[in-house]
């Protein structure tokens, strides 16, 4: 898995080398998400925006309208096709990711696609074949990862300070939005599928899933997603669509420390608790099997403290960060291949999700 410790060289562009000035940036897509894409990378030092393509004429007047020197248009060829071009950003629907993220690299462009990476193991794969073919970056918005919160967890979980993990536990639900292409799961889970491949820096080996379309017609809007490791680790995902309150909660258990990460908090987003239980040898002598569990089992409970997070924009670190990857020839925190271990994970859930709940092997 990626981290921040093992980012090492890769082949640098074929035949493109990285130009002395602003890499040009061309972005397939200005719906919800595309508008804050443009924006970083027009604020980015290291960046400039030259095209902005979507099929919404209104869209591209609110581009005109913010960023008259950034040119328009209703086909993503032309941006393909433009020299001054060096990356693409693909901010478009799943289904479409692929085809997109395809073509931007066979036309020898670097390319950032929006999570998931594709909607399937085989079109995630292709993609990352394909880059390393032609010598260009690929990274995957796994926007979470670049957050001050997620960077510090990552730190704690590193340096061992939670000792051994235990679990892994999130809660990701709210009260819409809807969407028709994509099942809860595709939507809310990726965000802490990424997070957690991050943070625990291991491959699962196992899936469950449950979930519910209430919707007639509709993907599944409420599901449960568990996650198996070696060495008892769990993690379990709760996502909703239907939820009356918002609540994006991690609790992650180590027997040493525990970590409560609740992005909503407007402070203090991620708090370290010395609580947990220990162990002592019993005899099992004092009082039949209840008692023995006594002697063996203690709670410890001390200090809480949150550690100072960066506040600085994880989109904003994010694109700085594919800036740096394409000029210095580094591999993304959130790679291709990073996309591809989300994407098998959701793969399988959505088998297990089909067949009521059965554990699919990964």
């Given at each position: 898995?990626?981290?921040?410790?093992?980012?090492?060289?890769?082949?640098?562009?074929?035949?493109?080398?990285?130009?002395?000035?602003?890499?040009?940036?061309?972005?397939?897509?200005?719906?919800?998400?595309?508008?804050?894409?443009?924006?970083?990378?027009?604020?980015?030092?290291?960046?400039?925006?030259?095209?902005?393509?979507?099929?919404?004429?209104?869209?591209?007047?609110?581009?005109?309208?913010?960023?008259?020197?950034?040119?328009?248009?209703?086909?993503?060829?032309?941006?393909?096709?433009?020299?001054?071009?060096?990356?693409?950003?693909?901010?478009?629907?799943?289904?479409?990711?692929?085809?997109?993220?395809?073509?931007?690299?066979?036309?020898?462009?670097?390319?950032?696609?929006?999570?998931?990476?594709?909607?399937?193991?085989?079109?995630?794969?292709?993609?990352?074949?394909?880059?390393?073919?032609?010598?260009?970056?690929?990274?995957?918005?796994?926007?979470?990862?670049?957050?001050?919160?997620?960077?510090?967890?990552?730190?704690?979980?590193?340096?061992?300070?939670?000792?051994?993990?235990?679990?892994?536990?999130?809660?990701?639900?709210?009260?819409?939005?809807?969407?028709?292409?994509?099942?809860?799961?595709?939507?809310?889970?990726?965000?802490?599928?990424?997070?957690?491949?991050?943070?625990?820096?291991?491959?699962?080996?196992?899936?469950?899933?449950?979930?519910?379309?209430?919707?007639?017609?509709?993907?599944?809007?409420?599901?449960?997603?568990?996650?198996?490791?070696?060495?008892?680790?769990?993690?379990?995902?709760?996502?909703?669509?239907?939820?009356?309150?918002?609540?994006?909660?991690?609790?992650?258990?180590?027997?040493?420390?525990?970590?409560?990460?609740?992005?909503?908090?407007?402070?203090?987003?991620?708090?370290?608790?010395?609580?947990?239980?220990?162990?002592?040898?019993?005899?099992?002598?004092?009082g039949g099997n209840e008692g023995a569990y006594d002697l063996l089992v203690g709670y410890r409970a001390g200090d809480m403290y949150a550690p100072q997070l960066s506040l600085a924009e994880a989109l904003g670190v994010e694109v700085e960060h594919?800036?740096?990857?394409?000029?210095?020839?580094?591999?993304?925190?959130?790679?291709?291949?990073?996309?591809?271990?989300?994407?098998?994970?959701?793969?399988?859930?959505?088998?297990?999700?089909?067949?009521?709940?059965?554990?699919?092997?990964?």
């Amino acid at each position: 898995m990626s981290t921040t410790s093992d980012i090492g060289p890769r082949p640098a562009a074929a035949g493109r080398p990285a130009p002395a000035g602003p890499l040009g940036i061309g972005v397939i897509g200005y719906g919800y998400w595309g508008p804050n894409l443009v924006r970083n990378f027009s604020e980015a030092a290291g960046s400039r925006v030259v095209a902005v393509s979507d099929l919404r004429a209104e869209r591209l007047d609110r581009v005109r309208d913010r960023y008259p020197a950034v040119r328009t248009t209703g086909d993503f060829h032309e941006l393909l096709a433009d020299p001054a071009i060096d990356a693409v950003v693909v901010a478009t629907p799943v289904a479409t990711h692929y085809r997109l993220a395809m073509a931007a690299i066979e036309a020898g462009k670097h390319v950032l696609v929006e999570k998931p990476l594709a909607l399937d193991s085989r079109e995630a794969t292709a993609l990352i074949e394909a880059a390393r073919r032609r010598g260009v970056v690929l990274m995957v918005d796994h926007t979470f990862v670049y957050t001050g919160a997620v960077q510090k967890i990552k730190e704690l979980v590193d340096g061992q300070r939670l000792g051994r993990l235990l679990y892994y536990d999130s809660v990701r639900v709210n009260l819409g939005l809807f969407q028709h292409d994509v099942d809860v799961l595709w939507d809310l889970a990726v965000h802490d599928l990424s997070i957690m491949d991050f943070v625990l820096a291991r491959p699962a080996r196992a899936v469950s899933a449950a979930g519910v379309a209430h919707v007639p017609g509709q993907p599944v809007n409420t599901a449960y997603l568990t996650c198996y490791f070696d060495d008892d680790l769990i993690a379990h995902f709760h996502v909703n669509w239907l939820a009356p309150v918002k609540i994006r909660r991690t609790l992650i258990g180590g027997d040493r420390q525990m970590i409560v990460y609740d992005d909503l908090e407007p402070s203090e987003k991620v708090k370290v608790y010395d609580k947990g239980i220990t162990l002592a040898n019993g005899d099992g002598h004092a009082g039949g099997n209840e008692g023995a569990y006594d002697l063996l089992v203690g709670y410890r409970a001390g200090d809480m403290y949150a550690p100072q997070l960066s506040l600085a924009e994880a989109l904003g670190v994010e694109v700085e960060h594919f800036v740096d990857c394409i000029r210095n020839g580094r591999e993304p925190i959130s790679s291709g291949e990073a996309g591809l271990r989300v994407v098998r994970v959701l793969e399988a859930a959505a088998q297990s999700l089909a067949e009521r709940g059965r554990v699919v092997d990964l």
